[in-house]
């Protein structure tokens, strides 16, 4: 999972296999939710969003599960690929906050060839 | 293409300088973004910007400032005001308020 601090989590996978990635949110009034990933010395991609009045939206190869109770976050990568490597983090936006995301601090994926 | 360009990638300063960052997007978003990345840290909201000609502070704004006269360009000044200014800068737009925000490639701003 993420957390606040200079060291980031990290997850090492097998080509091929499935990944998880999760995020504990802080704000239970958040209601919008978006993963990116950031490769190194790159700026951030858009992956997959969702809204607080869905538990779970799926793209391609990525699913997204939103645990309001517990204000839980995962990124599941399907097959994952020597491309999937990465930094992946969440992003919560509440109501009322205007332009403001807030942004986690991420977890690093490295996938075994 | 559509997408956001920030230019330079790279940028070295000397303390004390006032230096500025460009920012343009072709998307036709009304929305821009500034935040900053440190190391091991998640993206800060420096400024965001609605619409022309208007600009608000977000949680780490001080140091900073923006202007916003065309819709495409939202360019960041960093003063000698900014005590910790050495940081990797992400510029990002979006259509509005409750939609996802796209970013540019950063500018990674070094100050000896």
């Known amino acids: 999972g993420e957390s606040v601090g200079l060291h980031l989590p990290t997850l090492s996978v097998q080509e091929g296999d499935n990944s998880i990635i999760n995020c504990a949110y802080s704000?239970?009034?958040?209601?919008?939710f978006i993963w990116y990933k950031q490769e190194s010395g790159k700026g951030p991609q858009f992956i997959i969003d969702?809204?607080?009045?869905?538990d779970k939206r799926q793209g391609q190869r990525v699913t997204v599960l939103l645990n309001k109770t517990v204000k839980h976050l995962s990124l599941q990568i399907a097959a994952t690929q020597p491309g999937d490597s990465a930094v992946y983090f969440c992003?919560?936006?509440?109501?009322?906050?205007?332009?403001?995301?807030?942004f986690g601090t991420g977890t690093s994926l490295t996938v075994i060839p | 293409d559509g997408g956001i360009t920030q230019s330079p990638k790279y940028l070295f300063r000397k303390e004390g300088q006032n230096v500025t960052l460009s920012c343009e997007q072709n998307?036709?978003?009304?929305?821009m973004y500034w935040y900053r990345q440190d190391p091991g840290q998640g993206l800060r909201l420096i400024y965001y910007?609605?619409?022309?000609?208007?600009?608000q502070k977000g949680d780490i704004a001080e140091g900073y400032s923006v202007s916003r006269e065309k819709k495409e360009s939202f360019p960041l000044t960093v003063t000698s005001a900014q005590k910790n200014p050495t940081a990797f800068y992400l510029c990002?737009?979006?259509?509005?308020?409750?939609?996802?925000?796209?970013f540019g490639p950063g500018t990674r701003l070094t100050v000896t």
């Open positions: 992003a919560e936006k509440a109501p009322g906050t205007g332009n403001q995301f807030y």
């Open positions: 910007s609605q619409i022309v000609n208007d600009f």
């Open positions: 704000n239970s009034a958040s209601d919008y």
């Open positions: 998307l036709n978003h009304d929305a």
């Open positions: 969702i809204r607080s009045n869905m």
């Open positions: 990002a737009s979006s259509i509005g308020r409750v939609y996802e925000q796209y």
